[in-house]
């Protein structure tokens, strides 16, 4: 029924930015939390950054001081500011849309932008 459009992954050399995007769109009502995922391969997924519907941010400390989350609820769109890569930010990002009810949560994935950091 969630739908999300990811987007603004790439190739980019050390010390340079990306901005990956990702939209809801479908049955959208009462999102708790967007977010951000990344899974290197070889190793389990792990959280980047998270912003809860109130607007307070949870960062990785490998991203901290370099990432930047942020959303815009009228269009039902995450953010995810990435400055200062380094090689060990390759991955494939995820985008995390986390819905939670009396009872039940749900959670949706997209399926993934490729993010590469060259040296």
């Known amino acids: 029924q969630v739908q999300l459009m990811e987007s603004g992954g790439g190739l980019v050399q050390a010390g340079g930015s990306l901005r990956l995007s990702c939209a809801a769109s479908g049955s959208i009502i009462s999102i708790n939390a967007m977010g951000w995922y990344r899974q290197a391969p070889g190793n389990e997924r792990e959280l980047v950054a998270t912003i809860t519907s109130g607007g307070s941010t949870n960062y990785a400390d490998s991203v901290k001081g370099r990432f930047t989350i942020s959303r815009e609820n009228a269009k039902n769109t995450v953010y995810l500011q990435m400055n200062s890569l380094k090689p060990e930010d390759t991955a494939v990002y995820y985008c995390?849309?986390?819905?939670?009810?009396?009872?039940?949560?749900?959670?949706?994935w997209g399926q993934g932008t490729q993010v590469t950091v060259s040296s």
């Open positions: 995390h849309v986390l819905r939670t009810t009396p009872i039940a949560s749900y959670n949706y």
